[in-house]
């Protein structure tokens, strides 16, 4: 299994702890060998969630330039018709997929073409699935432009365990419809906001994969 390169400061953090942590218990003869056990058994599952959270998967990239693709695993939590303030400044259907923290974190072009817009916003670190977390959270916003379709906005929001937003996509660069553009540390969100002639291929509380699963796709 792969590991993500922005796991190895936390990484390397964690594994020190947990070393640290079992040469204690090997050391402390006076805490009893059961609870010795447990709490090593602990320090090592801990190791392992983390471990588990930077994996890296092995996805073919899809090609199907109709079709709007997940940008990241989770669970859709809202579809809706919305005003885009920052980009478009006009409607959008907004559709929002909220990351556990045990879901990959690795955030995926939905579409190809170039990415036109890009911008940073520091914020608040609401619950992901808050209303606001949207326009109040730490953010990074994409906007990528397909030659033929037109434009689709994401948006990385970071949520209450999130504390750092990685976003790889710049504007002027090419844009690969299922290659990575970001990761976000723990629990967050990714929202996308689509034409409102696009044709939604989810529904809520479906569970989907990204670079994998069709959100939507574009109206010929």
């Known amino acids: 299994m792969r590991l993500h390169r922005e ?3 936390t990484l390397l953090l964690v594994s020190a702890v947990v070393c640290f942590g079992l040469f204690a218990l090997l050391k402390w003869p006076l805490l009893p060998a059961f609870l010795s056990i447990l709490l090593g058994a602990a320090l090592v599952i ?12 092995a996805r073919p990239l899809p090609n199907d330039d109709s079709a709007i ?3 990241c695993d989770g669970k859709v939590v809202v579809i809706e018709e ?3 303030p920052e980009y478009f400044k006009e409607k959008r259907r ?11 974190h690795i955030n995926f072009h939905p579409i190809g073409g170039t990415t036109t817009y890009y911008k940073y ?10 209303p606001k ?5 730490e953010r990074s916003t994409v906007v990528n432009k397909h030659p033929k379709y037109g434009e689709v906005l994401f948006r990385q929001i970071a949520g209450a365990l999130a504390r750092r937003i990685c976003t790889y996509a710049r504007e002027g660069m090419p844009a690969q419809q299922g290659a990575e553009f970001g990761f976000i540390k723990f629990g967050s969100r990714v929202d996308l906001f689509l034409p409102l002639d696009a044709s939604i291929d989810v529904a809520l509380g479906d569970v989907v994969t990204g670079s994998a699963t069709v959100i939507a ?3 010929h």
């Open 217 to 219: 796709r574009f109206k």
């Open 69 to 71: 693709f997940s940008p």
């Open 82 to 84: 919305v005003y885009e």
């Open 94 to 104: 907004q559709v929002s997929i909220f990351m556990s923290p045990l879901n990959v």
């Open 121 to 130: 916003h520091p914020g608040k670190y609401l619950v992901a699935w808050h």
């Open 46 to 57: 801990v190791l392992a969630i983390v471990v588990w959270f930077f994996r890296v998967p």
């Open 133 to 137: 977390s949207s326009t109040e959270n």
């Open 7 to 9: 796991g190895t400061p």
